[in-house]
């Protein structure tokens, strides 16, 4: 008896040594735009970076949609007034970014980071014009080389897909039909969604996605208008 209470007693310890560590990993969450942009016209984007608490280096990939062209890419000056510009006998700056045009990706790659802790801001800026149909687009975040505390610990790098909503040149919101929230031309569960997203608060609506969303005209954006959505979708009603 007395034996099985010393390995539940070492067993607590380690379980609460464990919880101790896990609290204190270092985390850093990394996050896409969500902005407007002009049919046909330049624009940038930003990817930033929040919630830190100290990294070293970090690998982070954008993909964007079928229809933007890249113009180029810049590290932020936060970014790069925290890399060694002389390091291990390597002058220049350590980091880079990598298009591939055909999977429509850019690369970020950073490394030798320093002077970062509890700094948070502008991981890089791109530039794109945009394409001339307006609507929703997805731009999706991917860590690719993990961020790492400079004892060599990895850390927990949580991402935030972002999106550009493309308005004016040859198609606006009133292209869509009412519902349509995500300008995919399709109203679906996935509208109303998007409209209980973002009554939680959980995301933001253009002006565009809000005038849609707004199925039954009492000028807010709220469960109704989800219920509503998903009524159309099933049957039940044949309008808004």
Known sequence: MKKLSIILATVATVVCLLCVSASAANELTVTGAVVEANGGASFTYSVNFSDNTGFNTLGIKLTYPEGFEYEGAEASDLVKDSFYLDFAGFAGETYVFHHDEDARTITFVGACLYNVETKSGKLFDVEFTAPAKAGAYDFKLE?????????????TVDKVNGKVTVVGGSGDESEYELGDVNMDESIDLFDAIAVLQ????????????YALGDVNGDDSVDLFDAIAILQYEAGIIEEF
């Open 143 to 155: 860590v690719v080389d993990n961020a790492y505390e400079e004892d060599g610990k990895v850390v």
């Open 198 to 209: 973002y009554e939680a608060g959980v995301t933001d609506l253009t002006d565009a996605e």
